[in-house]
């Protein structure tokens, strides 16, 4: 039953102590309340936190005016309520979970709590203090936001981390492009026509020539450059594997999966993502990644949440990919997503002018990797280097020459250690045995004239390859009837 005035003003008198003027004065609010579970005091502090005036609630069980619900909206019952539970078991509570209700219908977080109030040994009541924890609990939201970001940086930078170690183990430097070779100023007349678009681009040609300088120089002159460049060799991973490699996995996806982990696909995210022997994709993997292509968004493997993505593709074969499609291999429209910007990078054998030049920046690559002092390759040595056939292409000529820079004393490179490079072979016609002797010559010297781009003389033209004095060689292409083609 509700308390009538006189009960009211009789049960403080006995509840409230003499210093009631500091009660009123604290910015906490504070409720007593009787044994019936009817309010005997309000203090100012809760009037202006709740919008309840004293002469509303006083006298009433007001838990259905502040305490009604859950912060969720859900019904909260009188018998759940701390405070009423303290005066059925006299056991003081501390809560900081909840919320008061305002008379606005508004709500609040309070940490609060309900102590009994004893007089002569016997509970006369309970007094409930709270305050609003508002700007607390906001602030704890904040922070969490803001560990959560830092936590989500923390794993982004770990991931690139580890990534760039295992990029910088895998490279043996970077050489740039060198050649003034016609087929090299045509590569990198494409490179930079199509290096600041969006466009998707397919780089082929045969192991060693240099695919992934390529894409790193389209990465170099586009509108990411000050983004990441991630790089995947698709043959380098097995098809269960590639796909948590590009893709990411969470934590316990698969068996070993004992950590959530980013792909490279979300790594390479606002920066272009290169995929090496990119023919080697299972027909599985070749399906997502048409997904991605389309939408620019994957989910990882073990979760059903989509990630976003905004990258620039590269890709890169030494495969003729159409070849692939006609045997079933690879998928069509994945082909033609692909192909939007085909560059054919030549093989070195059909640029051996651009000999000299790749020697030199790689001997100053060599020098810094290997504490050297190389200066250059002797002309007998250039002279094997342009005789050579390079079925492995740069990679191969990077090789010879890192061997012989290890293993040279001398500031020259003179390739001693090496057996004279041979000089391709011409495949014999079925009527070779009736050719001349001067008709075999013939064809010798004009082969080597091309390779030499028709140069006669000095240390990288025909006559020094050929063992002749410049006058020599002359005579001899005037007694041959050889002529430079125009």
Known sequence: MPTT???????????????????NAVSEGIYGFNLAGNAVFINPAAERMTGWKAEELLGKNIHNCHHHSHSDGSHYPKEECPIYNTLNDGIAREISHEVFWRKDGSSFPVHYTSTPVYKDGKMMGVVAIFRDISIQKQTEKSLREALEQVQALSETLSSENQYLQLELADRTGDVGISGNSPKI??????????????????????????????????????????????????????AGLLESELFGHEKGAYTGATNRRKGRFELANKGTLFLDEVAELSLEAQSKLLRVIQEQEFERVGSSETIKVDIRLITATHHDLLKRVEQG????????????FPIQVPALRDRLSDIPELVSHLIQDLNRKLGKKITRVSQQGLKKLMLHTWPGNVRELQNVLERETILSQSPVLKLTQLPAIQPPQQKQSSNSTNQTLAEMEKKHITRVLQQTKWRISGALGAASALGLPPSTLRSRMKKLNIERPL
Do not use: W
């Open 329 to 340: 291999l690879f998928r069509m429209d994945l082909y033609y997503r692909l192909n939007v």
């Open 185 to 238: 100023k045509q590569l990198i007349q494409q490179i930079k026509l199509v290096a600041n678009t969006e466009s998707t681009v397919l780089i082929s040609g045969e192991n060693g020539t240099g695919k992934e300088l390529v894409a790193r120089n389209l990465h170099k002159l586009s509108k990411r450059a000050d983004k990441p460049l991630v790089c995947v060799n698709c043959a380098a991973f097995s």
């Open 5 to 23: 005035k006189a009960q009211i003003v009789s049960l403080q008198s006995e509840f409230l102590p003499e210093n009631q003027l500091i009660l």
